[in-house]
């Protein structure tokens, strides 16, 4: 699943904290900036845990202001894991 997150998301730990709460449900991907401001999110893993981290990407870390969220599948394999670039 590829979630690309609009707002106030740089500069506010929105990667850091979407890497935490990633690995507490067990889920793979990344998280990292993009030129434009905002941040893509690529996670796999067990449907209800995306689902999940899905839903939480509206809210982020205290600081974000999230507009949107646009999800879309993701055609490739995602290594094992969850990492910011």
């Given at each position: 699943?590829?979630?690309?997150?609009?707002?106030?998301?740089?500069?506010?730990?929105?990667?850091?904290?979407?890497?935490?709460?990633?690995?507490?449900?067990?889920?793979?991907?990344?998280?990292?900036?993009?030129?434009?401001?905002r941040?893509?999110?690529?996670?796999?893993?067990?449907?209800?845990?995306?689902?999940?981290?899905?839903?939480?990407?509206?809210?982020?870390?205290?600081?974000?202001?999230?507009?949107?969220?646009?999800?879309?599948?993701?055609?490739?394999?995602?290594?094992?894991?969850?990492?910011?670039?």
């Amino acid at each position: 699943m590829q979630c690309i997150v609009t707002g106030r998301v740089q500069g506010v730990w929105y990667r850091a904290t979407t890497q935490r709460k990633a690995e507490t449900l067990g889920l793979d991907g990344w998280a990292r900036n993009l030129p434009d401001g905002r941040v893509e999110v690529v996670i796999a893993g067990p449907h209800a845990a995306v689902a999940e981290l899905c839903g939480w990407l509206w809210t982020g870390p205290p600081r974000a202001a999230v507009e949107r969220v646009e999800v879309a599948d993701y055609g490739e394999s995602v290594a094992a894991g969850f990492t910011t670039r």
